[in-house]
């Protein structure tokens, strides 16, 4: 499944659509940890956090994360969602919890198989 696939579906506010809407969705990944994270989030994952801030960022980019998904209404600063964009990195956004967020990826990834 591509990210594309997953931004059409509409299970999350696109706060940044990023570059790379081909790249291959492997698994859901929950952390709120940021070396937790950048030790075990793989390449492709849908990374569900709360963590709006910069070194979100970097952590998304050093692990090659598909996207981002800032759950529980989780806010990302005018200024990092800019620094996002020039990154191409994507950035969705959602209400649900993280849990439901990521229970919402997994379930869509695997009614698509």
Known sequence: MKLNELLEAGFFRVLNAGDDGDK?????????MLSVAMSHAT???VWVTV??????????????????????????????????????????ATEMPIFEAALSVYQFMRNSE
């Open 24 to 32: 291959e969705l492997t698994r859901p990944f929950c952390c709120d």
């Open 51 to 92: 963590m709006g801030n910069v070194n979100a960022l970097a952590v998304a980019s050093l692990t090659d994360a598909a996207c981002i998904v800032l759950a529980e209404n989780a806010q990302m600063e005018p200024a990092v969602l800019q620094k996002a964009a020039t990154q191409g990195i994507t950035v969705l």
């Open 43 to 45: 390449a492709g994952c």
